[in-house]
C-alpha cells in the first residue's frame, strides 16, 4: 500500500495546502449506487510527490490525491500535503486522508472526534467528487476505526461518496467491513507479501468474498494485474510517479 489545494483557475490546478457509532446500523445511512457510478472508472493516485497531470483525459480518469496525513499519538497531528499538483480544471478529484497510528497511539474519544474534525476538512473542499480514508488499521485498531468511519459519515456531506483503501485480507478472510457506511472498500492488489503468507500466492486465486471490496481494485504500474478486470472501479498506483509511468502507458494496459 502507499505510505501512507488550492484550485488554480484555468488550466491547471495546485493543491497547494493539501494537505460506528454503536447503536446506529449503515443501513440507516443514504448510500446511493450512483454516488460512484458517475465518476471515470479509472482513478489515478498523486502521493506525496510533485505531479504535472495538467494534460489527463479527464473523461478517462479521476485523480485521488493524497491530501493531509493524521499521525494519532498522544494526540493528532496533521500534515498538509507538501508538494503541488498540476490538473486540468475539469478532472474529478478525490481528496485522500492518510491515517498513521503506530501501536502506542491513544485511540480514545477525543482523538477520534480530532480526527474527524481534521478529515472534515478534506470532504468540505469545494467541488471534489468523493473522500477516501487510507488507513491500514490492526485488529486491536478496528473498533477506533469503525466509530470514526460513522462519526465521519454522519458529518460530511450526505452526496459525497466514502471509499477507503483495504488490504487484501479485509476483503478475503474475515467479515469486518460488513456494515461499515461506505460505498467500496479498494482491495490493494499490490504490495501484498504480509497477506500472502496467509493465502495463495497467485494474485488471481486471492478471492473477494466482501460485497463492499467486488466493485474495485487497486494497482500499481510495475506489478501484475488479475486477468478479470471488467466491471471493476481501478485506482492506480504509480511506482515512480506518473512523468515516468505516463497515463499513456496505462492506456495500453487498460481493458
Not at 488550492?6 to 449503515?26: P, Q, Y
Not at 472526534?113 to 469545494?126: G, K
Request: charged share 25%; hydrophobic share 45%; aromatic share 8%.
Amino acid at each position: 500500500m502507499p505510505p501512507s489545494a488550492r484550485l488554480w483557475n484555468g488550466v491547471t490546478v495546485a493543491l497547494v495546502a493539501l494537505t460506528v457509532s454503536i447503536g446506529i446500523h449503515s443501513d440507516a445511512l443514504p448510500r446511493p449506487a450512483s454516488r460512484l457510478a458517475a465518476l471515470p472508472h479509472v482513478t489515478l493516485w498523486a502521493w506525496e510527490r510533485r505531479e504535472d497531470l495538467h494534460r489527463l483525459d479527464t473523461h478517462r480518469f479521476a485523480v485521488a490525491f493524497l491530501d493531509q496525513t493524521l499521525t494519532i499519538g498522544f494526540t493528532v497531528q496533521t500534515q498538509p500535503r507538501r508538494n503541488e499538483l498540476a490538473l486540468p480544471a475539469t478532472a474529478a478529484l478525490i481528496p485522500v486522508v492518510r491515517i498513521e497510528a503506530p501501536r502506542t497511539a491513544v485511540l480514545d474519544n477525543a482523538n477520534r472526534a480530532d480526527a474527524v474534525s481534521a478529515i472534515l476538512t478534506s470532504a468540505r473542499r469545494s467541488g471534489i467528487a468523493a473522500l477516501q480514508i487510507d488507513f491500514d488499521a490492526t485488529a486491536s485498531q478496528r473498533s477506533f476505526y469503525r466509530d470514526l468511519l460513522f462519526d465521519l459519515r454522519r458529518q460530511m456531506p450526505p452526496a459525497l461518496p466514502l471509499s477507503i483503501t483495504a488490504l487484501a485480507s479485509w476483503c478475503s478472510q474475515d467479515d469486518w467491513l460488513r456494515g461499515l457506511p461506505i460505498d467500496e472498500a479498494v482491495p490493494m492488489m499490490f504490495r501484498m507479501e504480509p497477506d500472502r503468507r496467509r493465502a495463495p500466492p497467485s494474485i488471481d486465486e486471492f478471492q473477494i468474498r466482501e460485497p463492499l471490496c467486488r466493485t474495485s481494485f487497486g494497482l500499481s504500474t510495475t506489478e501484475p494485474w488479475p486477468d478479470d478486470l471488467s466491471g471493476k472501479r481501478l485506482y492506480i498506483f504509480a511506482d515512480h510517479g506518473w512523468q515516468t509511468d505516463t497515463p499513456a502507458d496505462l492506456e495500453r494496459r487498460l481493458p
